[in-house]
């Protein structure tokens, strides 16, 4: 999923566009939809070593670029790639 989704961006608008942080949680994500998985953000805060209000952060900043959609599934957000922002 990194290295399709690192394709899809183009590396130039991949330095341009996203800080590192940002770009490893939509990988995360990118690999959890691969595999039918809804990752939530306290298991993203853990993979990442940030705390989870860092990674609501990041995701608003995400949902604002249009990168990422993020729907309330109580009790847990789910985060999902918008694919229309790839193209």
């Known amino acids: 999923a990194l290295f399709d989704f690192r394709n899809a961006l183009g590396i130039n608008n991949f330095s341009k566009n996203l800080s590192e942080t940002e770009f490893h949680l939509i990988a995360l994500v990118a690999e959890a939809q691969d595999n039918n998985y ?5 298991e993203i805060s853990e ?5 989870r209000s860092a990674i609501t952060q990041v995701t608003n900043k995400l949902v604002e670029k249009q990168y990422i959609e993020k729907y309330i599934s109580f009790p847990f957000f789910i985060i999902l790639i918008n694919h229309l922002a790839l193209k």
């Open 47 to 51: 993979k990442l070593n940030v705390t």
């Open 38 to 42: 809804n990752i939530k953000l306290t």
